[in-house]
């Protein structure tokens, strides 16, 4: 099992600019998250996905949009990409009906707006 | 609003000496318990959870929970080197209602020197 891959690895975007960060899963898990990881902080989860078709916003999810079509995949999406935006973004999953201490976390994409 | 606070450190500590690690967390809905270890540049790894008071070991780590004083520690024995890392301290819900979310803190810097 390849667990949580994330694809960028690295990105320059300019402001106004958009992106998709991908993130895919091999171990069927139903619940999946986007998290961002700021210097020096810890993780804040911007959405999460319960289910394919069912997904609900986090503490942070202005600037983001998600989509999830399959269970393995969990796309997020920049629209109007902000300096602030600037970020290292973690996808994770669990598998929902073994408990929080299944979560995985992908390898993450660092993003840099300027 | 969930909170998780940590001491941000750094925590320098000899090689071979007991690290510990503190944290706490707002909110009494909270009812699992999670430290990850994250390496510069890397996601975060799962290390230990805890679900009930008390304490609970695996190998030299030692997590423990404090309901009622809304605390969390993990003690690390013989610390070594590669111990050093950032330490994360999160905070998940209440069974299904919570969907996995988890409430990180800040995270502490350790630093096990020779």
């Known amino acids: 099992n390849a667990g949580v891959t994330q694809t960028p690895k690295f990105r320059i975007l300019k402001i106004g600019q958009s992106m998709t960060l991908q993130c895919t899963q091999d171990m069927n898990h139903n619940y999946m998250y986007w998290y961002r990881q700021d210097p020096g902080m810890g993780l804040k989860l911007i959405y999460y996905s319960v289910g394919a078709g069912i997904t609900d916003k986090g503490e942070v999810p202005n600037g983001y949009n998600v989509s999830r079509s399959t269970t393995e995949d969990f796309p997020l999406r920049l629209e109007l990409a902000a300096p602030s935006q600037t970020s290292v973004y973690f996808c994770?999953?669990?598998?929902?009906?073994?408990?929080?201490?299944?979560?995985?976390f992908g390898p993450g994409t660092r993003l840099l707006v300027l | 609003q969930k909170e998780v606070e940590q001491n941000s450190g750094p925590l320098s500590v000899p090689e071979g000496a007991i690290a510990s690690l503190n944290c706490t967390y707002s909110d009494r809905g909270s009812q699992s318990f999670f430290w990850y270890r994250q390496y510069s540049g890397k996601s975060p790894e799962l290390i230990m959870f805890?679900?009930?008071?008390g304490d609970k070991e695996d190998g030299r780590f030692t997590a423990q929970l404090n309901k009622a004083s809304q605390y969390v520690s993990l003690l690390i024995r013989d610390s070594q080197p590669s111990d050093s890392a950032t330490y994360l301290c999160?905070?998940?819900?209440?069974?299904?209602?919570?969907?996995?979310?988890?409430?990180f803190g800040q995270g502490t810097i350790l630093t096990v020197h020779p």
């Open positions: 805890i679900y009930s008071n």
């Open positions: 999160a905070a998940g819900g209440a069974g299904g209602t919570s969907y996995g979310k988890l409430t």
């Open positions: 994770a999953s669990i598998d929902g009906g073994a408990g929080e201490e299944t979560q995985y």
